[in-house]
């Protein structure tokens, strides 16, 4: 019994900074995510995955990627950015932050995420 009890207060302690980790995790703020992917783990030179831009940052992504992006293939779409960008911003606690501010990086079990920043001055929101 006193083994449970002790048990069950560190599961308490655990869920309890988990939250507070959270709570004060930073956010994506996607006015700032100039391309954004989304595919499964392993690679992200597109294989198993899509990149998506911000129409606002065409011409970053562009310069950026060496060759145009296209509308006719449905890569330039600001729904599909803010779609990963809330989904990263779902789980704030396990986002990783590129030393030089470039990206933010997130990995679930079966899916990875990615957000570029075009504005970096603007990258991150406060919980």
Same mark, same amino acid.
């Given at each position: 019994?006193? +083994? ?6 560190? +599961? ?6 988990? /939250?507070?980790? &959270?709570?004060?995790?930073? &956010?994506?703020? %996607? ?10 783990? =392993?690679?992200?030179?597109?294989? #198993? =995955?899509?990149?998506? %831009?911000?129409? +606002? ?7 950026? &990627? ?7 293939? =449905? ?9 990963? %960008?809330?989904?990263?911003? +779902? ?19 079966? &899916? ?11 990258? %991150? /929101? #406060?919980?």
């Amino acid at each position: 019994m006193e +083994q449970l009890t002790l048990d069950m207060a560190i +599961q308490a302690a655990e869920a309890n900074a988990l /939250v507070e980790k &959270r709570v004060h995790a930073k &956010r994506i703020d %996607v006015n700032a995510v100039g391309r954004v992917y989304s595919g499964r783990p =392993g690679c992200m030179c597109g294989c #198993k =995955g899509t990149y998506k %831009v911000a129409p +606002q940052y065409l011409d970053w992504a562009n310069k950026d &990627r060496g060759y145009p992006y296209t509308d006719e293939d =449905g890569d330039i779409s600001m729904r599909s950015v803010t779609r990963i %960008v809330n989904k990263m911003n +779902q789980y704030p606690e396990l986002l990783e932050w590129a030393d030089d501010g470039q990206y933010a990086f997130l990995e679930l079990e079966t &899916r990875v995420y990615c957000a570029y920043f075009a504005n970096y001055d603007r990258r %991150v /929101v #406060k919980a």
